[in-house]
C-alpha cells in the first residue's frame, strides 16, 4: 500500500465490476481497517481469517474479468476478432486456476458455468473464427490445436 488513505468502495448493484473493486479495496486495507475497528467504542464484528482468505480468492477469480472488461470499454469500437482469444483466456485462467476453499470454489464454477452457457462454441462461429485469423495479433497465438478445457 502506498501511504494514500484509501477510502472503502461500495458495490453498485448494476455494475458487476464494483463487486471486485469492492474485495480488492477491502484487501488492500486489511490491516488499518482491522486496526481502526479495535479502537471503536462499539466495535463490529470483523471478519475471520477463513473469511478473509475467501476474499481474497474471490480477487483473484474475478481479477481477469474485470481486466476483459477494462480491455473492452477502453476502446470506442471493439473488434471481434478479441472475443474468442478473451473468452479462451479466461477458460484457461479458470481451468488451471486451484481454489482451496468451498465458497471460492462454487464461485469458480459458477464463472465457468456462465462461460459455458453464454459463450458455448464460440470458437466455432464461422464470423468470429475467420476475424480472430485475419488478425495479425491473434493468428499464431489463437489458433493453435484445440484442447477440451471446458467439457
Known amino acids: 500500500m ?3 488513505n484509501l477510502k472503502l468502495i461500495n458495490d453498485v448493484i448494476t455494475r458487476w465490476n464494483s463487486t471486485y473493486f469492492m474485495f480488492s479495496r477491502i484487501c488492500d486495507v486489511q490491516i ?3 486496526a481502526a475497528v479495535g479502537v471503536l467504542h462499539n466495535p463490529v464484528e470483523i471478519l475471520t ?3 478473509w482468505s475467501v476474499l481474497k480468492q474471490c480477487c483473484v477469480l474475478l481479477k481477469p474479468f474485470e481486466e476483459v472488461t477494462r480491455e473492452l470499454s477502453a476502446e470506442k ?3 471481434v476478432s478479441k472475443i474468442i482469444p478473451l473468452i479462451e483466456s479466461l477458460k484457461q485462467f479458470l481451468c488451471g486456476l486451484q481454489v482451496d476453499d468451498e465458497t471460492a470454489s462454487s464461485l469458480k464454477d459458477c464463472l465457468i458455468q456462465g462461460l459455458r452457457t453464454r459463450f458455448h462454441r464460440v470458437e466455432f462461429n464461422a ?3 475467420k476475424a480472430t485469423y485475419l488478425d495479425p495479433r491473434f493468428k499464431k497465438k489463437v489458433l ?3 484442447t477440451q478445457l471446458l467439457k
Request: hydrophobic residues 45%; aromatic residues 0%.
Open 2 to 4: 502506498t501511504g494514500k
Open 32 to 34: 488499518p481497517l482491522e
Open 49 to 51: 481469517v477463513a473469511e
Open 77 to 79: 469500437s471493439v473488434c
Open 127 to 129: 464470423i468470429l473464427a
Open 144 to 146: 493453435a490445436p484445440k
